[in-house]
């Protein structure tokens, strides 16, 4: 009995004639996978599918085979994963530039098993049939690719067919460092991912007066609203990631104030209850440690892979202060750091940086898994600027002070004179709404890093 299951609809009417089609290419042998377990069932027969995944640098397949194809998964460009019945003896598969290929599994060394899955890989090149298919990914989407020099375009996780050897891959989207590698390739090559890193970005703030504050707050430090002028600023885009105050670190030390490090790979911090196994130590209830996405390796210092466009936390006062001098910059006033959040010229009065809705401009307590996130990924405010609601808590300059509202200086106030904490803003990943609003104080010690604690830099000049 046949299914007749067909994928690609377009194809069902074929050309009389594919004498002058191009051909579709087998490359190098195909092997089992050791790693891809397949897990689906047959809803008819009730077996446990087999697997062909087929690694090519071509898009628009379809499938068709003896019994009937059980399904097919498209979801990672390149690597179409074709399930099948054990009993099926082979693949034909169709593209409509080409001559439709068909795999006879039992010419091919091919043995279908449950639970099992091959990889064969496929070109449409017939110059390129010696080469090798190249799986090429990266953590961000739209990033131009060159390879030796060549334009290939833009990654999309589709495979490149190369030769053995080694490779010059260069990587390169706006608003992050271009990413040189040499790629070796050989015959057990396997799917290789990037990780840019992005670059500190900054966005003009025009001066202007703002209403600062907010009186119908339940919080008594929020109070009273009162008119502010500012001069104009510049500010960064994002908050300072990983990888960017790694590179601080390498050059400058982690160095201590009152014997406190600028960042402490292991905080103790208190908590009730354990949430997140992948940011504490495996204690369930009471004094944990914090483990740090940045830490020495020999005498350098490096960001754990995947997080380094995560937002650097936890970071002292002075290790914030610190870094922003550093690239010849100064933490925000609070006054800066309020009249951004709220869109600056551009503000349309909304209750958190950007929206009315925290949830499109915010990581907080009801949607990040209690954890920080990449910069960037949610909806920027009105001015352009990203995560001033939520992901980690942002130190400023001021010394925090209770009722400094009450006598502050219209114009550009830079907080009390003295103090015994520093002013954070902006809520974090673990906090609820009501404390991710732009209005909202904070304060903590400068010489303490907290868990939540990061950095948003600011110049006077561009």
Not at 36 to 62: E, P, W
Not at 300 to 314: I, L, Y
Not at 431 to 446: G, K, M, Q, V
């Amino acid at each position: 009995m046949k299914r007749g299951f067909f994928v690609f609809i377009s194809l069902l009417i074929l050309p009389a004639s594919f004498a002058q089609q191009a051909k579709l290419h087998l490359i190098g042998e195909p092997r089992p996978s050791s790693t891809d377990i397949v897990a689906v069932k047959d809803d008819k027969s009730g077996q446990f599918c087999s697997a062909v995944q087929i690694i090519t640098d071509l898009t628009g397949f379809g499938y068709s085979s003896e019994l009937g194809v059980v399904k097919v998964d498209f979801s990672k460009p390149g690597r179409d994963m074709v399930f099948l019945l054990p009993d099926d003896r082979f693949l034909e598969i169709y593209h409509p530039d080409y001559e439709p290929k068909k795999l006879i599994f039992s010419e091919l060394g091919i043995q279908l098993e449950p639970r099992q899955t091959w990889l064969v890989k496929i070109s449409g090149d017939a110059a390129s049939a010696e080469g090798i298919a190249v799986v090429i990914n990266a953590n961000v989407d739209s990033v131009s690719l060159m390879v030796d020099g060549e334009q290939k375009g833009v990654v999309n996780g589709g495979a490149l067919m190369l030769n053995e050897g080694n490779h010059e891959i260069r990587l390169q989207k706006t608003e992050y460092e271009t990413l040189v590698d040499t790629l070796s390739v050989d015959a057990e090559q396997k799917p290789v991912k990037y990780n840019l890193v992005r670059k500190l970005v900054f966005v003009s703030v025009k001066g202007g007066s703002f209403a600062m504050g907010n009186n119908n707050s339940q919080r008594e430090n929020e109070k009273p609203q009162h008119e502010v002028k500012l001069n104009e600023f510049y500010v960064s885009k994002t908050e300072v990631t990983n990888a960017q105050f790694c590179r601080f670190l390498n050059e400058k030390g982690n160095q201590e104030v009152d014997g406190v490090p600028w960042v402490d790979w292991q905080v103790r911090y208190q908590i009730e209850e354990v949430l997140n196994p992948d940011l504490f130590t495996d204690q369930p209830r009471g004094d944990v440690i914090v483990k740090n996405k940045i830490r020495k390796e020999g005498d350098r210092f490096v960001v754990a892979k995947g997080f380094e466009n995560h937002p650097v936390s936890p970071v002292s006062w002075h290790g914030a202060n610190a870094f922003c001098q550093w690239i010849g910059g100064r933490l925000p006033t609070e006054a800066e750091w309020e009249y951004t959040a709220r869109g600056g010229h551009m503000s349309e009065g909304f209750v958190y940086a950007g929206s009315d809705v925290l949830d499109a401009v915010a990581w907080h307590s009801g949607n990040s898994l209690n954890q920080s996130r990449p910069v960037a990924v949610k909806r920027a405010n009105e001015l352009g600027i990203h995560d001033m609601s939520g992901n980690v808590c942002e130190w400023c300059f001021d010394w925090y002070g209770e009722t400094y509202y009450r006598h502050s200086p219209n114009k550009n106030p830079t907080g009390p004179a003295t103090g015994k904490y520093r002013v954070l803003r902006g809520g974090c990943w673990g906090f609820d709404a009501f404390l991710c609003r732009t209005t909202c104080r904070f304060s903590y010690y400068e010489i303490l890093d907290m868990l939540n604690r990061g950095i948003r830099v600011v110049r006077d000049k561009p």
